[in-house]
């Protein structure tokens, strides 16, 4: 069974870029959000094998939603999104438990090589 991936970014583009790239890839895409309340329920709801998270997105970010979804599962497989210049920001969320990072324009190389990475 192909490992489904819950896309989180407040953009669209952005979110239809990573989509692009995963399914191109054979993953399934379990559902889209795009802000860090919306992450929080559809994690509880669809249980991804594997979350992509932006950090900076309205109402929560990507932060906060990275430790509400480590409360509900320590084990969740999370993979942070940050555009260039956030290193900061990155670090804090390697931290908190994300297992990797992608940056920015998204290069679909990295992001497949993160995603096989975390996924084992």
Known sequence: MAQNVLIVDDAAFMRMMIKDILTKNGFEIAGEAQDGNEAVEMYKELKPDLVTLDITMPEKDGLAALQE????????????????????????????????????????ERVIEAVRKVLG
């Not at 940050?82 to 998204?106: L, T, Y």
């Open 69 to 108: 979804i480590k409360e509900i599962d320590e084990s969740a497989n999370i993979i942070m999104c940050s555009a260039m210049g956030q290193q900061s920001m990155v670090i804090d969320a390697i931290q908190a438990g994300a297992k990797d990072f992608i940056v920015k324009p998204f290069q679909s």
